[in-house]
């Protein structure tokens, strides 16, 4: 059974700073990669940074100096901090956790429910 939850999230004024955080319970062998998306009111969701399986972070261009991924492997916790939030930024955030495909293993998606992060002018 796999468990993704995010929290974290909520209402900040422009400028401010938000740390999500994602919890991970999976058991598995199979590699897997911890990514964040959002979706914003009335677009889709879009894909804003990764942890693959060596621990290797990336946080798309857009959002480069501002935004930060990492991780506490002992808990299994994956964390964005997000610093001089913007109205734009104003989405749902999720967190997703992706089995990579080996011999043993299939292609797997779990997604969490999402927290939503508001940001005012």
């Known amino acids: 059974q796999v468990t993704v939850a995010e929290s974290g999230g909520g209402s900040v004024q422009a400028g401010g700073s938000l740390r999500l955080s994602c919890a991970i319970s999976i058991s598995t062998s199979c590699k897997y990669d911890r990514s964040w998306f959002r979706q914003a009111p009335g677009k889709e969701r879009e894909f804003v940074s990764n942890i693959n399986p060596d621990g290797v972070a990336t946080v798309r261009d857009a959002w480069k100096g501002r935004f930060t991924i990492s991780q506490d492997t002992a808990k299994n916790t994956m964390y964005l901090q997000m610093n001089s939030l913007q109205p734009e930024d104003t989405a749902m955030y999720y967190c997703?956790?992706?089995?990579?495909?080996?011999?043993?293993?299939?292609?797997?998606?779990?997604w969490g429910q999402g927290t939503l992060v508001i940001v005012s002018a």
């Open positions: 997703k956790v992706g089995i990579r495909p080996s011999f043993l293993c299939a292609t797997e998606a779990y």
